[in-house]
């Protein structure tokens, strides 16, 4: 039964060890999955009105065939968020040009760029993330210049309200 109880620890002791390097080769091992040409990359214009999509086009490598998510972003300062998407990609070096990114509508004029985070667990315990960003571009906000246009509507009808309702408080005290 000694005997039995020796190779019972020894099992085990080995097998935890097993666990740690591997969990410990997951955790450490500096694999590259996917990587981009340039982290700053150009879009096909400058200039783009609220509403339109935006285009751009990345050179990328991926090593394995693993299931990637793509979360992306327009940002100014205050940051609005696409949904991500998930997909994989072919592996090796390719070329692709990216344009279902709208810009919305609500978005007020100013410089924006695009930015996007490529993420791919390659095991249970790692998960490999790459960003990258577009060069800035202006954007004309439409619906910023209407809504300003529209609260100016807004406080000139207010104040015009308000002079009515002061000239005809008045009338009433004039009348008594």
């Known amino acids: 039964m000694t005997n039995f109880l020796k190779w019972s620890a020894f099992a085990v002791i080995v097998s935890a060890f097993s ?15 996917f990587s981009v040409k340039r982290s700053i990359i150009p879009t096909d214009k400058r200039t783009y ?3 339109n999509h935006v285009s751009y086009t990345v050179e990328y490598c991926k090593t394995r065939p693993i299931v990637g998510s793509v ?12 949904p991500t998407i998930s997909g994989d990609l072919p592996t090796g ?10 810009i919305p509508i609500y978005l007020a004029s100013g410089d924006y760029h695009l930015e996007m985070t490529v993420e791919h667990q390659v095991n249970p315990l790692s998960t490999r ?15 910023a210049e209407r809504m300003e246009g529209m609260q100016q509507q807004i406080d000139e009808k ?3 309200f308000e002079r009515e309702v002061k000239e005809i408080k008045r009338e ?5």
């Open 49 to 51: 009105i609220a509403g």
């Open 129 to 143: 993330v790459v960003k990258y960003q577009t060069e800035p571009f202006q954007v004309i906000g439409v619906g």
């Open 71 to 82: 979360s992306r972003s327009i940002v100014d300062g205050v940051r609005t968020t696409y």
């Open 172 to 176: 009433l005290r004039e009348k008594k």
């Open 158 to 160: 207010t104040s015009q």
């Open 19 to 33: 666990i740690m390097a591997t969990c410990a080769y997951w955790i450490l091992l500096p694999e590259e999955v």
């Open 93 to 102: 070096c390719h070329t692709v040009t990216v344009s279902d990114i709208k």
